[in-house]
């Protein structure tokens, strides 16, 4: 199959982030999987009006992120359960960075200590590429699917760079949501989605308040969403990084229920 054939083929949620959302994109569980997620990550850069150091450089981390899934998350009818997700996010210094993470359903790493030095040796050059262009800012973690229904259970595997935002760009991630009330309420929807529908929403002294997933509760007060859970984890970013925040929850609950907390 061309590259052009196999994108063809392939629909999700719209690549569309100027507002804030995450791009995602069904991954095929063959040899042109690594050709699909290049071409559709080297067509909407362009589209965002973001500047990325190295646009080379991206496409060879979406390829070898790609691969990695076909070889050591796909099983032996081809069947991987891939997706690819895009999105922008603050890195806590000031600055934004732009997101890649691919999705499979495989979970054996989760039993693994979270440290990316082993999988470099097991999983060998492709991560290793990463690991330089990065600058060592990638890794995984537990997470949800975004296209399946049901949500499927799985781990991501991302890296970050740092994007330039042009005039155009800046300023546009979730211009809309600052209501504290209407945050948390997108917020419980996007976690729906991702199929962590046990979360209600409830008025503390005047704050909207979520909880209902074990002993997880988020607020969202002066733009900013905070957290905490029963084993002590807290949290807080801001109300324009709700794709983050959303990801950061999913992660949290799916942890805990691994731990047979709820």
């Known amino acids: 199959m061309t590259e052009t054939a196999a994108v063809h083929g392939m629909r999700g949620i719209p690549w569309r982030l100027e507002n ?30 973001l500047s990325v150091q190295d646009v080379d450089d ?30 922008q996010r603050a890195d806590g210094r000031g600055h934004d960075e732009l997101v ?27 991560l ?3 690991d330089i262009l990065t600058k ?8 949800r699917s975004r296209l399946g229904s049901p949500p499927a259970r799985g781990k ?12 155009i760009a800046r300023g546009r991630r979730h211009d809309g949501v600052a209501d504290g009330r209407q945050a948390m309420r997108v917020l419980r929807s996007l976690l729906v989605q991702r199929g962590l529908d046990r979360l209600s ?19 969202c007060e002066d733009a900013t969403f905070r957290w905490r859970t029963r084993c002590g984890g807290t949290g807080e970013l801001p109300v324009t990084d709700i794709t983050e925040v959303c990801e950061r ?14």
Not at 23 to 38: F, H, K, Q, T, Y
Not at 207 to 215: K, R
């Open 20 to 49: 804030g959302g995450c791009a995602a994109l069904p991954l095929p569980g063959d040899e042109s999987i690594a050709p699909v997620a290049r071409t559709q990550v080297a067509s909407l850069l362009p589209a965002l009006g």
């Open 58 to 87: 991206v496409a060879l981390m979406v390829s070898e992120l790609a691969t990695n899934v076909l070889q050591h998350a796909t099983s032996r009818d081809g069947l991987s359960g891939a997706e690819l997700w895009v999105y």
């Open 100 to 126: 890649v993470k691919a999705f499979d359903t495989l979970r054996e790493w989760r039993a693994r200590p979270d440290d990316p030095g082993e999988m470099l040796v097991e999983h060998g050059r492709g």
């Open 128 to 130: 290793e590429i990463i």
């Open 136 to 143: 060592g800012r990638w890794g995984h973690h537990p997470s």
């Open 156 to 167: 991501a595997t991302w890296f970050a760079l740092p994007i330039a935002r042009t005039r």
């Open 201 to 219: 929403l409830r008025d503390e002294r005047g704050v909207c308040v979520m909880s209902g997933h074990g002993d997880l509760a988020v607020r």
């Open 249 to 262: 929850l999913v992660e949290i609950c799916e942890s805990m229920d691994d731990l047979h907390v709820v």
